[in-house]
């Protein structure tokens, strides 16, 4: 298997560029299938999350051509209307073809994502609010069997959910009448699915904010534009905690910095600067690191995607911070391989306590999810010796060309085989 090599402690400086982000792009794609014209989407990220996805629609006879981060897909070809739990078993965001796949043929299957190792990560409201348009969902070995024309109808989410409500914004796109959408979610990549959707001739009110009205076309197909996909807020957040793990000057282009607000502001409290010109964010090294409370929620608050970064980095403070993880209730695997470099992290149940200040060692350690791992590199980058992160396909399914951007940045980092 497939690990990486870092060596540290190392510093780091220049510049890299942040690539189109993996949670934007993910719905735009499956949106195709709303689409009576051939769509195309630039700054797609080349990620096995995005490439999972691909291979899921041309399963279900889409045409998919992807090359230089440019995709094009017809889904004028597409006819099969099950997901295969083959295909989504390796990614939990293939339950976004439901909404769509349900709205545009009237009945699909697509398979139950099961748990992941960051929790049980339930569809319910997903199902829920599709039901409340008029579908008839059953569970048959594993998969949800959905079918019915879906009608327009007033839904609130009891939780904010991200994918939860994308799935739901593209089922009202073709539904028959007014849907209404309370506490929906206002992630970046939420807002652009919804921008995406009005330039294709869609009516949708309340873009941005927690409630939205969308007139459904009654299966009427959506003419779409071009397509750009936003910055991957997560992947500059990532880089820039990069760069602060080992208090270095670091700069990061084609960002949002817009985005990033709530990531910057505990990046200054921790006593990290950043300067903001356009689309780059320089980060500047701290005089001291100060210790932080953080606590995961929902857009625009901090984002769990983040959490286990800054856990890292807290690592290096001088005091102790902590991290309050509400939104998914196993998100602290990566606490246990932090245990292993020498950090001392106490959980309890949702709240870790994170004692700055303690040298980091080098060390053997396993990626457990996607954000877990790029936490150990991090880790790694700040730890005296030799690093072997193990289990990196974790990393694979989210950032693009990762050690080339590392080491652009100077970082001693090598993919190796066991
Ligand atoms: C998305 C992101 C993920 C991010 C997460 C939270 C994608 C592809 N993934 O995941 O990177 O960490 O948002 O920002 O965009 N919930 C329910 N019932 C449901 C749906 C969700 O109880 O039907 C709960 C979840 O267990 C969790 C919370 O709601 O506690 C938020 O989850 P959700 O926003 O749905 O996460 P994802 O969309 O899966």
């Not at 079918?147 to 799935?167: A, P, Y």
């Not at 690093?387 to 694979?396: A, E, T």
Request: neutral net charge; glycine residues 8%; aromatic residues 6%.
């Amino acid at each position: 298997m497939t690990y990486l090599e870092i060596e540290g402690v190392n510093y780091l400086s220049g510049n890299i560029e942040i690539s189109g982000a993996k949670n934007a792009a993910l719905p735009l794609i499956v949106s195709s299938i709303l689409a009576k014209n051939e769509v195309k989407i630039s700054n797609v990220p080349n990620v096995a999350d995005i490439k999972t996805l691909f291979n899921l629609l041309q399963n279900l006879g889409a045409y998919c051509e992807f090359k230089n981060n440019n995709a094009i897909i017809n889904t004028k070809t597409l006819k099969k209307t099950i997901a295969k739990y083959d295909i989504v078993r390796k990614m939990r965001a293939s339950i976004l073809a439901l909404g769509p796949l349900l709205a545009r043929f009237g009945n699909c299957e697509v398979s139950l994502p099961g748990g992941c190792a960051i929790g049980q990560r339930p569809i319910d409201l997903h199902l829920l609010a599709l039901e409340k348009m008029g579908a008839n969902i059953q569970i048959k070995q594993g998969y949800v069997v959905a079918s019915g024309n879906l009608k327009g109808s007033e839904i609130i989410f009891d939780k904010i959910t991200v994918t939860g409500s994308e799935n739901i914004i593209m089922a009202a796109a073709l539904a028959k009448g007014k849907t209404r959408l309370i506490n929906v979610a206002k992630e970046p990549e939420v807002i652009q699915l919804c921008e995406v959707l009005k330039d294709s001739g869609l009516e949708i009110n309340g873009i941005g904010t927690d409630e939205i009205e969308i007139i459904g076309t009654d299966r009427e197909l959506l003419e779409f534009k071009d397509i750009q996909v936003i910055p991957d807020r997560i992947e500059a957040g990532t880089y820039l905690c990069a760069g602060a793990i080992v208090n270095s000057q670091i700069s990061i282009s084609k960002s949002n910095p817009s985005h990033l607000s709530s990531v910057l502001s505990k990046l200054d409290q921790m006593g990290f600067k950043t300067l903001i010109e356009k689309d780059v964010i320089t980060l500047l090294p701290a005089k001291q690191i100060y210790p932080i409370e953080i606590l995961t929620s929902e857009y625009p608050g901090f984002p769990t995607d983040m959490q286990a970064q800054f856990m890292t980095l807290a690592l290096k403070a001088n005091g102790t911070s902590i991290i309050d993880e509400r939104l998914f209730e196993n998100r602290f695997m990566h606490v246990s391989e932090l245990l292993r470099m020498g950090a001392d992290i106490k959980l309890n149940g949702h709240i870790a306590t994170v004692v700055g200040g303690k040298e980091l060692n080098a060390a053997d350690v396993m990626a457990t999810d996607l954000r877990a791992s790029s936490a150990l590199i991090l880790a790694a980058l700040a730890a005296k010796g030799t690093s072997r992160v193990h289990r990196i396909y974790h990393l694979d399914r989210g950032y693009e060309n990762l050690e080339e951007k590392f080491k652009s940045l100077g970082a001693k980092i090598t993919r190796l085989e066991e």
